[in-house]
Nanobody, 127 residues
Framework: QVHLVESGGGLAQPGGSLRLSCAAS????????MSWARQAPGKGLEWVSG????????YYADSVKGRFTISRDNAKNTVYLQMNSLKPEDTALYYC????????????????????WGQGTQVTVSS
């Protein structure tokens, strides 16, 4: 059974940092791309970042490019999202999501390329 458990969320001040972690189990983690998505109150889902199964490629939403960094440790079955220079608009529920394949394609709806979701971790950026 696939389990994705996020941690590391919380309250941060504008300009601050947080590091999200997602511990995965129930599948061969090293074979699948992983992504982070977020949903802010009253807004639609945003795909924030993703990483190929071997870590060779990453993608970022324009809204977080240059501030967030995704990484993974296949030996620990864990994917991370380092979030720096946080802004109030980064406030959202952040989800760890497993892809259907070892990579994702920017030309295809990301929601169609993923199958399992974690329960989410809340990130609140406020002074």
């Amino acid at each position: 059974q696939v389990h994705l458990v996020e941690s590391g969320g919380g309250l941060a001040q504008p300009g601050g940092s947080l590091r999200l972690s997602c511990a995965a189990s129930g599948f061969t983690f090293s074979k699948y791309a992983m992504s982070w998505a977020r949903q802010a109150p009253g807004k639609g889902l945003e795909w924030v970042s993703g990483i190929y199964s071997n870590g060779s490629n990453t993608y970022y939403a324009d809204s977080v490019k240059g501030r967030f960094t995704i990484s993974r440790d296949n030996a620990k079955n864990t994917v991370y999202l380092q979030m720096n220079s946080l802004k109030p608009e980064d406030t959202a529920l952040y989800y760890c999501v497993k892809a259907l394949a070892s990579r994702t394609w920017s030309s295809v709806n990301y929601s169609l390329q993923h199958d399992y979701w974690g329960q989410g971790t809340q990130v609140t950026v406020s002074s």
